[in-house]
């Protein structure tokens, strides 16, 4: 391969001898498209070529690697028939059968009376041992490039091990050394391999299969440690000057000296770290993590407060309709006594309210605009918008948390705001972009909600409980988890639990899913907010965040279906008002020790945050649906369970690199994780 070295490895595959467009479109499929994607597509098992076997001894259905003289070569020249070659040993004789294969590269490959190498599936044909278009055909001097344990890759249609390894050994072979971003001693002080050494290893399917090998550690480390340089350059760029604030906070103090309620002691702190970031001369770019209840809305109103008191406009966005509607008339209710103007703006609202609000907004005369997604639309211009804050976007991305902070302009501040609780492993590799404050603390007039498992077989005695309730104008979520029955699945689907309530208590009862759009379920949703329903039957859709303050009772069936984090999300949407709120698991019978064990940490405790913890032990990443909808990223190597110590391993390693970062070692780390575009991001 005549490659300039340096750059070898980031090169399209196209450059490696051999691959031409075809090759490479089936590669693409793969998500193989530079030659370091080749590097980083592990083998996940082998293929054992390594003993050649006599043909007396074969086994019908195994791949097998035969030493064979060539007897006799057989071209029918009937159509359909297949081209067939007699090759013998001392033991007995077989047939290598080709379909569609030319004549003459068959006695190019098979020359009569020559010794070869054969490997490939052995089959039974009318009672004769054949192989079918084997893998390998070679000649005996050849044979050590054959007869042996030969790594197996996932492969996809068009590709072959035979050509996939011609492909992979060449890259492999012509693998430039690397100058290595981490140190000998800190190599050897935390069990994991050099670069160069473990990328060669990790395609020995031996060293790639154990998650805890050295060299699987290394590129776990690598892994981790490009998100995390990843994010804290993003950061670095967000958190540039901006224009430092004029700050006051009267009309906040104000409205904490005339809320309802004393304000936790969470609250407070994490006020004071807004407010420290509004006065200070960068930018802040903050996750609020607090669990369901916390009460992080008003935290983020008062903040708002001392934003617009010191002369900008701030924009509020929640992920529906009803959330940021039942936002609006909160922040209604709680500036009433001020000057502060607000207005609400969604993608629904007809286009003379909505010109109107537009006009104002880029005169200045609105000062909070509340909204959804349409708050971000082309077109909606504020005269001086400082600060920010987006409600329960669990969903966003690295690159579009950046592409928000960018779209405020370099005066702005930005606050997320999310109710799901991220194990500490993964904060960094998750925020670190981000400042993160936490609220642990709920509001200790909130009673902790009621938490009961009850096997589904005696469903009937919740009935008299569940009229009881209504009675006493309590309402009730009722969740399943499929949408409709399945054949497939013995669970409870939303649709027939529907029809059996309607039964019970007709017209009581609504229903919402995943398969209804958006505005179908606000409608559904207003409508149980507003009391024309009491029961309402949904899949998981119904959002965290909505106050519904006469829910008090939960219903969740097949609840071990649930992770505990997303347990304990549902159950946080009851008892939000006064009243006291009840979480009914029902189960299937025959509950597992982890089932038992889970139930019991959901009733033990009310913390969202040792709740996800213990998810994550108990369940492992990979099955953690709850994290994976919170926009948890899959590593590819790495396992936030398996690799604990890696994380903070990788944590302590970042912070230390600093202005290094320009070196060209980190560059390669960067670009082999495909993270150098990230970063590059050109800035406004
Ligand atoms: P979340 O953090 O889940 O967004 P909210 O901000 O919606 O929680 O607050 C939930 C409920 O708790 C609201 O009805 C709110 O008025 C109330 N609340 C907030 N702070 C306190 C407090 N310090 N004491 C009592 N109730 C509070
Ligand atoms: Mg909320």
């Known amino acids: 391969m005549s490659l300039i070295k340096k750059d070898f490895i980031f090169q399209e595959v196209n450059k490696i001898k051999g691959v031409g467009t075809q090759l490479s479109k089936y590669l693409k499929q793969k998500k193989i498209e530079k030659i370091k994607d080749i590097l980083l597509n592990l083998p996940y098992s082998e293929t054992d070529r390594s003993v050649i076997s006599k043909i007396e001894k074969l086994e019908v259905g195994k791949i097998q690697t035969l030493k064979v003289n060539v007897k006799k070569l057989v071209f029918p020249r009937v159509r359909n028939l297949p081209n067939k070659i007699i090759c013998e040993d001392e033991t007995g004789d077989i047939s290598i059968v080709y379909f569609n294969s030319r004549e003459g590269y068959l006695r190019k490959i098979f020359p009569i009376n020559k010794t070869l190498i054969i490997s490939g599936k052995v089959n039974l044909f009318r009672n004769k041992l054949q192989i079918s278009n084997p893998d390998y055909v070679t000649s005996f001097e050849n044979k050590d490039y054959v007869v042996k344990n030969i790594p197996k890759y996932n492969l996809t249609k068009g590709l072959n091990e035979k050509k996939y390894r011609y492909i992979s050994e060449q890259v492999l072979q012509n693998l430039p ?268 007039i909130r009673k902790s909600i009621i938490t009961l498992s009850k096997p589904e077989k005696k469903i009937d005695e919740l009935w008299p409980y569940i009229k009881k309730n209504i009675n006493q104008n309590n309402q009730i979520f009722w969740v399943c988890p499929l949408i409709e029955e399945s054949q497939f699945l013995d669970y409870t689907s939303a649709k027939r639990k529907f029809g059996i309530i309607f039964k019970k208590f007709p017209n009581k009862v609504g229903l919402i899913h995943g398969a209804m759009s958006k505005d179908e379920r606000e409608q559904i949703l207003n409508k149980f907010l507003k009391k024309e329903i009491f029961i309402l039957v949904s899949t998981t859709v119904i959002e965290v965040g909505i106050d519904f303050p006469d829910a008090n009772l939960i219903i969740i069936e097949n609840a071990n279906k649930f992770g505990l984090a997303q347990l304990h999300q549902l159950r946080g949407r009851v008892g939000r008002g006064e009243k006291q709120g009840t979480c009914i698991l029902l189960f299937k019978d025959g509950l597992s020790e982890n089932a038992k064990k889970r139930i019991k940490i959901l009733k033990g405790t009310d913390d969202g945050f040792l709740i996800s913890e213990a998810d994550l032990s108990l369940r492992g990443f990979g099955d953690l649906t709850g994290f994976q909808q919170s926009g948890v990223k899959n590593f590819r190597f790495a396992d936030p369970l398996n690799h604990k110590d890696l994380f903070e391993l990788a944590e302590n390693f970042i912070l230390n690199v600093g202005k290094e970062i320009n070196q060209q070692k980190y560059k390669f780390l960067l670009k082999l994780f495909d993270k150098a575009e990230i970063i590059n991001m050109d800035e406004n």
């Open 177 to 444: 050394i690397i100058d290595d971003w981490v140190d000998e001693d800190f190599i050897k002080k935390n069990r994991i391999l050099n670069w160069n050494h473990a990328i060669r290893n990790l395609h020995n399917s031996k060293e790639s299969k154990d998650k805890n090998s050295k060299s699987f550690r290394r590129i776990v480390f690598d892994e981790i440690c490009a998100n995390l340089l990843t994010l804290s350059e993003n950061r670095k760029r967000i958190r540039k000057i901006k224009k430092t604030k004029y700050f006051k906070k009267k009309i906040s103090d104000q409205i904490i000296a005339n809320l309802p309620f004393k304000l936790t002691e969470s609250q407070i702190e994490v006020l004071n770290e807004i407010n420290t970031d509004l006065k200070s001369n960068k930018r802040m770019f903050r996750i609020l993590q607090g669990d369901v209840g916390s009460g992080k809305t008003i935290v983020s109103l008062l903040s708002i407060a001392n934003v617009i008191e010191s002369g900008y406009q701030c924009a509020f966005m929640g992920p529906t309709e009803i959330l940021s509607n039942q936002h609006f008339n909160l922040a209604k209710k709680i500036f009433k006594n001020s000057k502060i103007k607000i207005e609400f703006l969604t993608g629904k609202i007809e286009s003379s309210k909505r010109n109107e609000i537009l006009k104002n907004l880029i005169k200045g005369n609105i000062d909070l605009l509340i909204g959804t997604h349409a708050l971000f639309q082309r077109g909606v211009i504020f005269k001086n918008l400082g600060f920010v804050i987006v409600d329960e976007q669990h969903k966003f991305g690295v690159k579009q948390r950046s592409d928000l902070a960018k779209k405020g302009g370099k005066n702005c501040d930005v606050l997320l705001m999310s109710a799901t609780p991220i194990p500490r492993t993964m904060m960094m590799s998750l925020y670190g972009d981000m400042d993160i404050s936490k609220m642990a603390q709920k509001p200790s």
